[in-house]
């Protein structure tokens, strides 16, 4: 009876072999496609974020709609982290300026008025630049590109924990924003973070 299990069992182990290896090379050769084509859910994502941005700009007719977020900077020789921001998402009107790439890796420090700020009251809103903004290396950037107005909202994680700032400014001459708009705003902000 013996001599007949050990071909039945061989022959069945021979099997089950053969179809995990299978199995295995075709998760081996799925996981190395989606590796490939991680930028189609990326591409996805951040097209519908820049699509929302360039709606909000449009609807209260702002220059420029942007999201700046923190991420660690690298390291000083002490061991302590630098604390940075960078613009990643821009919407632009017609005739404005880009400046993502000039707000690259800039040190808390340059902005820190504002960013207390934000952590106390979630938002802060400028609406004549000279006059209300706090002296920063943000206020000169700004300065620079002739931002008039610039509105600030926290964009904040589950946790509650201040992730990034979104803005909206305004060129050529000091802008004040409905109250409904700014309501609207906020609960797009509150859902901001999802993309981010």
């Known amino acids: 009876m013996v001599e007949v299990w050990i071909p039945v069992v061989t022959t069945v182990l021979g099997a089950l072999t053969t179809l995990l290896t299978i199995w295995y090379r075709n998760r081996l050769e799925k996981e190395k496609r989606?590796?490939?084509?991680?930028?189609s859910g990326v591409i996805e994502n951040e097209s519908e974020l820049l699509e929302k941005l360039g709606e909000i700009?449009?609807?209260?007719?702002?220059?420029?709609?942007?999201?700046?977020?923190?991420?660690?900077?690298?390291?000083y020789f002490t061991g302590k982290s630098m604390k940075k921001y960078s613009m990643t998402y821009e919407q632009v009107e017609k005739g404005i300026a880009r400046i993502q790439h000039q707000n690259q890796s800039i040190p808390v420090s340059g902005a820190i008025r504002l960013f207390a700020n934000?952590?106390?009251?979630?938002?802060?809103?400028?609406?004549?630049?000279?006059?209300?903004?706090?002296?920063?290396?943000?206020?000169?950037?700004?300065?620079?590109?002739?931002?008039?107005?610039i509105y600030c909202w926290a964009i904040l994680d589950l946790n509650k924990n201040v992730i990034g700032v979104f803005t909206l400014d305004f060129v050529l001459e000091p802008t004040k924003i409905s109250q409904k708009d700014l309501d609207n705003i906020q609960l797009y902000v509150i859902k901001m973070a999802g993309y981010l």
């Open 57 to 75: 700009r449009n609807s209260v007719g702002a220059s420029r709609a942007a999201v700046y977020q923190f991420h660690n900077g690298g390291e």
């Open 34 to 39: 989606d590796k490939e084509c991680f930028l």
């Open 118 to 149: 934000l952590l106390t009251n979630r938002k802060a809103f400028f609406k004549n630049l000279d006059k209300d903004f706090p002296e920063s290396l943000l206020k000169y950037n700004l300065q620079e590109v002739g931002v008039d107005s």
